[in-house]
Each structure stands twice: as structure tokens, then as C-alpha cells.
């Protein structure tokens, strides 16, 4: 089977740096992602890495370690409208896309 | 451009009548999701189609839900003999690349079954 675990709450104050971890268990791995949704919208792509290392996409960077089966966002110079679910997922070799049950960041004045 | 578009955005329903839901993805994309998302929860994958073909549909909960891309562009599906526990949103996603890396959502459809 699959499985995904991250934390289910963050806080963390306006212009922090906030770590998001992800550990993850499945057969087939292809890459990991993450995506974000604010209350009432749909998730958007963030980030998707394959290989081990860090991406860097702006304010927003990820790091995968597959030995580890383990990843983490990283978000630098909060700012208010980061206020957002955040959702790991792991795809396979067949496209399909299995989700965490995503970390609520609550980011503070 | 357009992003994933959905129909209807709301659906109430009764117990026991038929639902199709639709979704239109971003033009040219060659891959299409279907996921139901409860309050609080990731979106738990139901199936997904390359082109016209369903790829997987291991998600689908029964055999009450099915879909169907018949010309590999919009896709629609279908729940029969709708039951209250099928209430949540149901959301589609395309992706331009077969690996599907990269899936960009439409808006849900808010399903409530009475």
C-alpha cells in the first residue's frame, strides 16, 4: 500500500521560515509533489522533485531524500496569504497521484 | 487561457437518483483525474484516463461510480444509485504530460445527497 505523513498544523509569524515534512511509504515511487489549497479553493502545483536534492521556486523550495523516503517544503518570508493547507503527494510510474492529509499553516502578524 | 472547468459547481440530490458530473480539461492536456475530497482531507484519487483510455480506476469506490472520456478531451462521471456517503466534493485535474507530475485542478463539484 501507500502511505504519506505529515504534520496536521503549523503556525508560524509573518517573514519565519517554516519546514513542512513528509514521509512516505509506497511501491512504484515516481517523484514527490506538493501542492497547496487556501480554505474554499482548489489545490495548485507547487513543486515536484524526482531526483534527491532541492528545487528552489522563489520564496518556496523542496528537498526529496529517497533513501529516506522522506521530503519537506520549505517556505521563507511568510506572508499572510501563505495561510494554507499544504499537501504532499507521491506519484507512480502509472500517473496516479496518492495525497497526504495535509498541513494547515496558520501564519501570524 | 481557460483552466479545468466543472459542471455543475453544486449538485443536491436525492437518495437513490443518478448524477453526472462533468469536467472539461485544459486544452491539450492529455491526461485526466477524477478525485473526491472530504473536509479536511487530501483528495483521495478515484481513476484516471491518457487520451481517451481509463488508465486506472482501482479509486472508484463501487461499481454505482464510473467514467468515461470518449473523445479524450471532456470527461464525465457518473454516480448511480446515489447514497448519502457519496456527499463531498468531487474534483478533476489535467496534466499535460502522461506522468502527470504537474495536475492542475478545476473548482469541484460540491455533491449532497439528501
Known amino acids: 500500500g501507500q502511505s504519506l505523513e505529515q504534520p496536521s498544523e503549523v503556525t508560524a509569524v509573518e517573514g519565519a521560515i517554516v519546514q513542512i515534512n513528509c514521509t512516505y511509504q509506497t511501491s512504484g515511487f515516481y517523484g514527490l509533489s506538493w501542492y497547496q489549497q487556501h480554505d474554499g479553493g482548489a489545490p495548485t502545483f507547487l513543486s515536484y522533485?524526482?531526483?534527491?536534492g532541492l528545487e528552489e521556486t522563489g520564496r518556496f523550495s523542496s528537498f526529496l531524500s529517497r533513501s529516506d523516503s522522506y521530503g519537506y517544503l520549505l517556505l521563507q518570508e511568510l506572508q499572510m496569504k501563505d495561510s494554507a493547507s499544504y499537501f504532499c503527494?507521491?506519484?507512480?510510474?502509472?500517473?496516479?497521484?496518492?495525497f497526504g492529509q495535509g498541513t494547515t499553516l496558520q501564519v501570524k502578524p | 487561457g481557460a483552466g479545468v472547468s466543472q459542471s455543475p459547481r453544486y449538485k443536491v440530490t436525492k437518495r437513490g437518483q443518478d448524477v453526472a458530473l462533468r469536467c472539461d480539461p485544459i486544452s491539450g492536456h492529455v491526461s485526466l483525474y477524477w478525485y473526491r475530497q472530504a473536509l479536511g482531507q487530501g483528495p483521495e484519487f478515484l481513476t484516471y484516463f491518457n487520451y481517451e483510455a481509463q488508465q486506472d480506476k482501482s479509486g472508484l469506490p463501487n461499481d454505482r461510480f464510473s467514467a468515461e472520456r470518449p473523445e479524450g478531451s471532456i470527461s464525465t462521471l457518473t454516480i448511480q444509485r446515489t447514497e448519502q456517503r457519496d456527499s463531498a466534493m468531487y474534483r478533476c485535474a489535467s496534466s499535460s504530460g502522461l506522468a502527470g507530475n504537474e495536475q492542475y485542478f478545476g473548482p469541484g463539484t460540491r455533491l449532497t445527497v439528501t
Open positions: 522533485n524526482a531526483l534527491d
Open positions: 503527494a507521491v506519484g507512480s510510474n502509472t500517473g496516479k497521484l496518492i
